[in-house]
């Protein structure tokens, strides 16, 4: 286990820097900096969704455990050079996209977001993860970072999508499907 923090104001960031695990100081808007911040972001709206979810939900462990990998990867992040994500993380996410769209109709439209509280909330979820995921491809194009962790992160917003359309089937809501607006004519 590494430091815990006994001093939370520090003053150090002050200047428009954050602290890396390594000791290194980065601009708070650097690539690194933001996918950590994203990472961050994407793991709370992951605890306000589980908020709306009673916990005997099949998908409530689940998403308890992608706390833990979220907190993980941000931690990978903060030191360069270090490996957490791996296949198995990702890959847990494959098996859960696959045992919860089994049970789902094929799509024969567009869905939005929206439904019920709970299901807005995974599909914000959704629109996070993959904004984690373009912050990370962003620090990928100019730094070494762990591929596996990039993974992660389409494997994230893939599962809430299929769980978002999951909880709207279990709590038989219809899904909001996209109509196509057509502007009257004059």
């Known amino acids: 286990m590494g430091k815990r923090?006994?001093?939370?104001v520090t003053r150090t960031g002050d200047d428009g820097t954050t602290g890396m695990a390594d000791g290194a100081r980065l601009d708070k808007y650097s690539d690194r900096v933001e996918a950590i911040?994203?990472?961050d972001?994407?793991?709370?709206f992951v605890g306000a969704f589980l908020t709306a979810m009673p916990r005997e939900v099949e998908l409530w462990p689940l998403f308890r455990a992608i706390q833990n990998d979220l907190f993980d990867l941000g931690g990978e992040l903060s030191m360069p050079g270090v490996e957490v994500i791996t296949p198995a993380h990702w890959?847990?996410?494959?098996?859960?996209?696959e045992r919860f769209n089994e049970h789902l109709d094929p799509?024969?439209?567009?869905?939005?977001?929206?439904?019920?509280e709970v299901v807005s909330r995974c599909h914000l979820v959704r629109a996070?993860?993959?904004?984690?995921e373009r912050r990370y491809a962003r620090l990928?194009?100019?730094?070494s970072v762990n591929a596996h962790s990039r993974i992660y992160l389409n494997r994230l917003s893939d599962l809430c999508f299929v769980a978002g359309r999951w909880l709207a089937k279990v709590n038989d809501e219809p899904e909001v499907l996209w109509q196509q607006n057509k502007p009257e004519s004059k």
Do not use: Q, W
């Open 5 to 8: 923090l006994s001093k939370i």
């Open 37 to 39: 911040g994203t990472v």
């Open 41 to 44: 972001e994407l793991n709370s």
């Open 91 to 97: 890959g847990r996410l494959e098996e859960a996209i």
């Open 107 to 116: 799509l024969t439209n567009f869905i939005l977001p929206g439904g019920s």
């Open 128 to 132: 996070v993860a993959r904004r984690a």
């Open 140 to 143: 990928a194009a100019n730094e």
